[in-house]
């Protein structure tokens, strides 16, 4: 038989310009971030400025930026500290903000988180998945107190160790009350959890994904094991876009951040503030456990 | 092209604009497109990039590549034999029968060679017989159909170490066309960078750095769309540029260099 395979290469082709994103009435005439400093901290006020008053501020590089890429005018402005830049997207003075976890609670209905600062050490926020042989008592990570869990053993240990155990505790899993079992491979896992040697396993989703050959069609090979949870790790910062912003804005204002550490590193290492290697896009759902409760 | 219409539907969401998407019969389709302005976006690999960028140059760009949970932003060239035959390392197969993939092929043909020649082996002059199958799964079907003792092709999401999720082997046998365990990986070379999307710098900034925002959130906002295209959970898109290509450019000019040395070569011989 002769089959003729079309290679995977796909092209996209499209009216796409010149670019007209939306409507006129959705064109905004600025675009305002508002981001905490050490420099605002123990201040009252809060700063705003744009490309062309930013003076000497170190802020500069980081506005000229995005100035050179938004035809939008673009304010910035500098806060004490989260709360200060949550309350300016709550009262509609700005359009993104840089928040903590905590801060985004008041402003959870009206805005979403985009993106976070990828660490140094080079591995994101990545799902986790915690399983159990079906049939089994186990409901849910809450019922691993006591019990030992399988863990990959593996570098890098902050995907199969901390990563891990973070997201055990976020689902409720009493970490501190459960063991933990190194193995060499997720199959040795699987087999432990299998034969009971362990209560539930725990890797990251691509392990996961691999071991039980999800990409099939029809995977059989996990069907003997059951989630008990599969979540990602809850940011602890982000920058979030007003839910009223057109979506163009933030996917480009994603895009430009995300390529900061390679086209303006000065720009990106004063918004990064030393704290990660670069940005990448987050879920809408970053600051919560998907459990019900929020960080 | 199932597989593309949630992702399709994704970007005309997000853009505003149609959307469409076409699927080439070879290397060649997409590179010839993207050279000529046919379209605005291709993805294509590492070597088929390095061909757009030898004819134009900074005209067109990376907008983004895969990377899997690890970090790891590569794949494997793979050697493939019949689990039943005698070869166990690469060097058992001097004289035997081999199949590349396609001359623009960044892990079937381009990529391997150099490992090859790094490894002290001539690909020209060490096997017995040397052809192309025209793509990865065709030319796996050569080595299931007899017609080689060996061919290269690509092995990803994963490593030798972890093992892979994909693959032309994997693909073939998930579509129960071949049994995974009739077929044996004698040889990897890599990682080579993942496959990336590939923008003309011709269309607008705006344009270029809304479809790069969009497609980075495609995992995290639309993951069903990502899934669907093939994707592996917890892999991703991230930023990629120019440099990160650099040595693949050096690869591709060493092979047409070495192709025309031994046009000349034999031309003198006849």
Redesign the interface.
């Known amino acids: 038989m002769m089959?003729?395979?079309?290679?995977?290469?796909?092209?996209?082709?499209?009216?796409?310009?010149?670019?007209g994103?939306?409507e006129a009435g959705d064109r905004v005439t600025s675009l305002r971030l508002a981001v905490a400093t050490p420099e605002a901290e123990g201040t009252k006020e809060t700063s705003c400025m744009t490309a062309s008053d930013v003076g000497g501020h170190r802020s500069k590089d980081y506005i000229s930026h995005l100035q050179s890429?938004f035809?939008n005018p673009i304010v910035l402005c500098l806060t004490k500290d989260h709360y200060a830049s949550a309350a300016l997207l709550a009262a509609g003075e700005v359009d993104f903000a840089w928040v903590s976890a905590e801060a985004f609670g008041p402003i959870k209905s009206k805005s979403r988180p985009?993106m976070a600062l990828r660490p140094h050490d080079?591995?994101?926020r990545?799902?986790a998945v915690v399983f159990a042989k079906t049939g089994a008592a186990l409901q849910s990570v809450t019922d691993l107190a006591e019990q030992k869990v399988g863990i990959l053993g593996?570098p890098?240990l902050s995907?199969n160790y901390q990563l891990v155990k973070v997201v055990l505790s976020q689902q409720g899993g009493a970490v501190e009350k459960m063991s933990f079992k190194a193995f060499e491979?997720?199959p040795q896992i699987a087999e432990a959890v299998r034969s009971g040697e362990v209560a539930a396993g725990a890797i990251?989703?691509?392990?996961?994904?691999?071991y039980c050959?999800?990409?099939?069609?029809a995977p059989t090979r996990c069907n003997d094991l059951s989630v008990l949870a599969r979540a990602y790790p809850v940011a602890e910062e982000a920058m979030v876009v007003a839910d009223k912003l057109p979506?163009?804005y933030?996917?480009?204002?994603?895009?430009?951040h995300?390529?900061m550490h390679?086209e303006a590193p000065l720009a990106f290492e004063w918004i990064s503030g030393g704290k990660g290697k670069?940005f990448?896009?987050?879920?809408?759902g970053a600051f919560f456990t998907g459990t019900g409760k929020e960080h | 092209m199932a597989r593309?219409e949630l992702f399709t539907s994704y970007?005309e969401e997000?853009?505003?604009?149609?959307?469409?998407?076409?699927?080439?019969?070879?290397?060649n389709?997409?590179i010839q497109?993207?050279a000529s302005g046919?379209?605005?976006?291709?993805?294509?690999g590492a070597g088929?990039y390095a061909n757009v960028h030898a004819q134009i140059g900074d005209l067109a760009e990376p907008l983004f590549t895969r990377r899997?949970?690890?970090?790891r932003r590569g794949y494997y060239s793979s050697i493939v034999v019949q689990r039943d035959s005698a070869y166990q390392s690469i060097e058992d197969l001097e004289g035997a029968r081999l199949a590349f993939v396609?001359f623009n092929s960044t892990s079937g043909y381009i990529y391997p060679r150099w490992a090859m020649r790094q490894g002290g082996i001539n690909p020209d002059t060490f096997f017995g017989k040397v052809g192309i199958g025209g793509?990865?799964?065709?030319t796996t079907?050569a080595l299931a159909n007899g017609q080689y003792d060996a061919v290269v092709t690509l092995a990803n999401?994963?490593d030798p170490e972890?093992?892979?999720?994909?693959g032309s082997l994997?693909r073939l046998a998930?579509r129960d066309i071949i049994n995974l365990d009739d077929y044996r990986e004698i040889w990897y070379a890599g990682p080579l960078p993942n496959s990336s999307y590939i923008v003309r710098t011709d269309?607008?900034?705006?344009?270029?750095?809304?479809i790069?925002?969009?497609m980075?959130?495609l995992?995290?906002?639309r993951p069903e769309a990502f899934l669907a295209t093939?994707r592996?959970?917890?892999?991703?898109y991230?930023?990629a540029?120019r440099s990160s290509y650099q040595d693949l450019f050096d690869m591709r000019d060493e092979e047409i260099k070495e192709h025309r040395r031994r046009m000349m070569q034999a031309q003198r011989n006849d």
């Not at chain 1, 050959?213 to 069609?217: A, M």
């Not at chain 2, 899997?68 to 970090?71: H, I, K, V």
Request: aromatic share 10%; glycine share 10%; hydrophobic share 40%.
């Open positions: 089959v003729r395979w079309l290679p995977w290469i796909a092209a996209l082709a499209g009216a796409f310009a010149p670019l994103f939306a890429r035809q985009i080079g591995v994101g990545v799902e593996q890098p995907l491979s997720t990251e989703v691509t392990a996961w994904a691999r050959h999800l990409l099939d069609p979506h163009e933030h996917y480009r204002m994603l895009s430009v995300s390529m390679f670069e990448e896009p987050t879920e809408a | 593309w970007l997000v853009t505003g604009k149609p959307v469409k998407v076409y699927q080439s019969t070879d290397y389709g997409t497109a993207m046919q379209i605005d976006i291709g993805s294509m088929a899997d949970s690890a970090d396609d793509g990865h799964l065709q079907m999401g994963g972890v093992g892979f999720a994909s994997r998930r269309r607008s900034q705006e344009f270029r750095d809304l790069r925002g969009a980075l959130a995992p995290y906002d093939g592996l959970p917890g892999t991703s991230t930023v540029d």
